[in-house]
């Protein structure tokens, strides 16, 4: 019941007594009691007016039967006539009238505060639970509905449900030692009974409970409800009290109510985590099988990622201008990260022969095999006519003989060394290479052929490195198929610059780069870091035939010489140096027969 | 001198979030006096009257808004005791800065939860 002195109040009753007054002969005096406090008085005041003073009259204010107030008259004694008592039932009467009115009313919104009470507070769950993404957000979303609050219980906790096993693990707790007592609980053969329990109940006086072995001392009375979506059961919500009667009817009901939300919020948790762990599940397969497709360049797709988050952190915290507006937050991280792993995913469709092609005249069989062959052949055939010219006395066929062994074997130790791509093809080199293709030889049908078909010699004498003009072509297919690809994945917002990331890693800063041509004004950062990572990773695998494992120093050297080249972005690299993340990263993957030591101070700016 | 409570004005042409209030407000101690106006011009006049020391104010409301209520309190010096809790309706969230310009001391979003109201009148009756 509420405070009686609510039924009345005192502003309204004052004027109502201002307005009665005058009816009264003069020289009346008058107060109103109600709920134990005195609401109005009109004339003279005093401590004669009151209920047991002699010549005041007494009318009875009650509430629900029992008398709660009452309304005081005193007139002068010559005054005195029968219509005061009128004046005082009618008054009497309007007030009581009131005061039941309002009584009645004030259940009715006693009621409706209560389903108000509900709905407010459901609301803010509502908005908080499903505004958490992880089951365990939602899981303290919903115990900080019971901790802190008004009527906070003492202790809570939820439990997730395996599916698979239908076994209960504690994910959020509250409450004194309540990550000590809670997996205590589950132990409890009261737990068990508790878990197969669809509706959830209230256990008070846990003491005398039969399944209870008093297990956790602090816990005197349970609360507990599965979180149950359509059947499903994913959880358990335990609440504990120290008191002997803990939980009433009322706490239930606000506990299903909350549960009822929390339940629904789980599921959409649980179902988004399970989403967001297939994606990045797919990007590592696919990863694996183009960092499986070949050989030398095993783990590159897995390095590149590391190089690049670590250049990107370091980017984040510098102050210099040009990385201020560069933020790494955990969804731009998750961005960079899985661009990094996709960066050469266009890689799938590119032949093997030619991802592998580590020496010029690779193909999908190695022509310097069959080249060496054919000196075999002319070597054999010197000796042959050694034997020949000794036969018919010739006194220089040795001498001559083994001066061409020489000639041959100096000849193919030069094509060998060419082959590996790894020197400048000089116009004096492409000379000499012809001259030796100049030369014949005979196969087994007897024809006469040049010593080096015209496509050998086309690829011996690529300039750089070990592709020519076409597979250089088929390469740089890769870049663009990478785009292809991802673009065609409907890429969640917070992943829109996947594509842009790993798209742009092999665009130069002076714009001389593939597919695109893009300049360094249009490439994002971390697509310029994509490409610093690369080419690192690139330069120090050890994995390569043909080629010793690059050293620090060496694949350094080799960077700074982009560097001022325009390849890559010059501040990024500087970072790169500066920060040491070079060194972290070859301290993490590189053998320690490659890490030498670098001058940066040389290198930068 | 009849009585020393606190007032409290609801000032809401809503009947029902009057009463609701009313009743929420009725679990405070000291049994305060709780006033009710239906619009924002009946609510200026009671507060000018009656000077509550904490008023319940709604935006929305006919013959006076909230913001003109609580400008006009603002104005007169002598009720410049009188603390303001705005209530706005969800969505209306993007005004408050115009009511924190003519000088509302809260804001409560509707529906409210009565244990906030509750909490925020003790604090600012500073009663138990
Ligand atoms: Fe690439
Ligand atoms: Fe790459």
Partial sequence: ?605 | MITQNAKIAIVDDEVHIRALLEQTLEDLEGEPEILTASNGAEGLALIESERPQLVFLDVMMPLMNGYDVCAAVRKNPELAATTIVMLTAKGQESDRVHGLEVGVNYFMTKPFDPDEILDLARKILQVP
């Fill in chain 1, 1 to 605: 019941m509420s405070k009686p002195a609510a039924y009345l109040k005192p502003t309204w009753a004052r004027r109502q007594l201002e307005l009665a007054y005058p009816l009264l002969p003069a020289g009346a005096r008058v107060a109103l009691w109600f709920g134990g406090k005195r609401l109005a008085a009109m004339g003279e005041d005093g401590p004669d007016l009151s209920e047991d003073a002699a010549g005041v009259q007494t009318f009875p204010l009650t509430l629900e039967g029992k008398m709660r107030g009452m309304l005081l008259l005193r007139l002068p004694p010559e005054a005195a006539s029968a219509a005061e008592g009128i004046w005082g039932d009618f008054l009497v009467h309007s007030l009581q009238g009131v005061i039941e009115a309002e009584h009645a009313r004030h259940s009715v919104a006693q009621e409706a505060l209560a389903s108000y009470r509900e709905m407010a507070l459901l609301q803010r769950a509502v908005t908080e639970l499903n505004h958490s993404l992880k089951p365990a957000a939602v899981a303290a979303s919903l115990l900080k509905e019971f901790d802190g609050r008004k009527n906070a219980t003492d202790f809570g906790a939820v439990f997730l449900r395996d599916a698979d096993d239908a076994s209960y693990t504690l994910i959020q707790s509250f409450g004194e030692n309540a990550a000590d007592a809670f997996p205590r609980l589950i132990e409890s053969r009261l737990f068990a009974a508790m878990a197969e329990h669809p509706l959830g109940d209230i256990l008070n006086n846990l003491a005398e409970a039969p399944l209870w072995k008093g297990e956790i001392q602090e816990f005197q009375s349970l609360l507990w409800l599965p979180l149950a979506v359509h059947g499903e059961n994913l959880g358990l919500l335990v609440l504990a009290s120290r008191r002997a009667e803990g939980f009433s009817a009322a706490d239930m009901k606000r506990a299903q109510m909350l549960v009822s939300v929390a339940a629904s919020a789980l599921r959409n948790a649980q179902l988004y985590a399970a989403e967001q762990m297939i994606f990045p599940a797919f990007v590592k397969v696919i990863a694996t099988a183009i960092d499986a497709k070949s050989p030398y360049t095993a783990g590159h797709c897995r390095r590149v990622p590391e190089i690049a988050l670590m250049l990107a952190e370091k980017a984040h915290l510098a102050d210099s201008a040009s990385f201020a507006a560069f933020r790494l937050d955990d969804e731009e991280r998750n961005v960079l990260e899985i661009a990094a792993m996709l960066h050469d995913c266009g890689k799938m469709v590119t032949p093997e022969w030619v991802v592998d092609k580590a020496t010029k005249l690779d193909s999908l069989s190695n022509r310097l095999d069959l080249i060496a062959l054919r000196f075999e052949v002319l070597r054999r055939d010197a000796w042959i006519d050694c034997l020949r010219d000794s036969a018919d006395g010739l006194p220089a066929a040795e001498q001559i003989y083994q001066e061409r062994l020489r000639e041959l074997d100096e000849d193919f130790a030069f094509l060998a060394k060419c082959n590996l791509g790894n020197e400048f093809m000089s116009p004096e080199h492409v000379g000499r290479i012809q001259g030796i293709a100049a030369r014949r030889w005979c196969n087994a049908r007897g024809e006469e052929l040049p010593l080096l078909s015209e496509n050998e010699v086309y690829n011996l004498c690529i300039q750089r490195g070990t592709l020519n003009a076409e597979e250089r072509k088929i390469i740089e297919e890769h870049a663009v198929i990478t785009i292809r690809m991802l673009s065609q994945i409907p890429f969640p917002r917070s992943l829109r610059n996947v594509t842009e990331y790993a798209g742009g890693h092999h665009e130069r800063m002076d714009g001389n780069g593939y597919p695109r041509g893009l300049k360094g004004e249009q490439l994002s950062i971390p697509a310029r870091i994509m490409a610093i990572a690369d080419i690192f990773e690139a330069l120090t695998a050890h994995d390569r035939p043909y080629r010793k494992a690059g050293t620090l120093n060496w694949a350094v050297e080799v960077m700074y010489r982009m560097k001022k080249d325009g390849h890559i972005d010059g501040e990024l690299f500087d970072l790169f140096l500066s920060e040491g993340v070079y060194l972290e990263y070859a301290r993490k993957h590189l053998a320690a027969s490659q890490i030498d030591q670098v001058d940066v101070a040389r290198y930068l700016g």
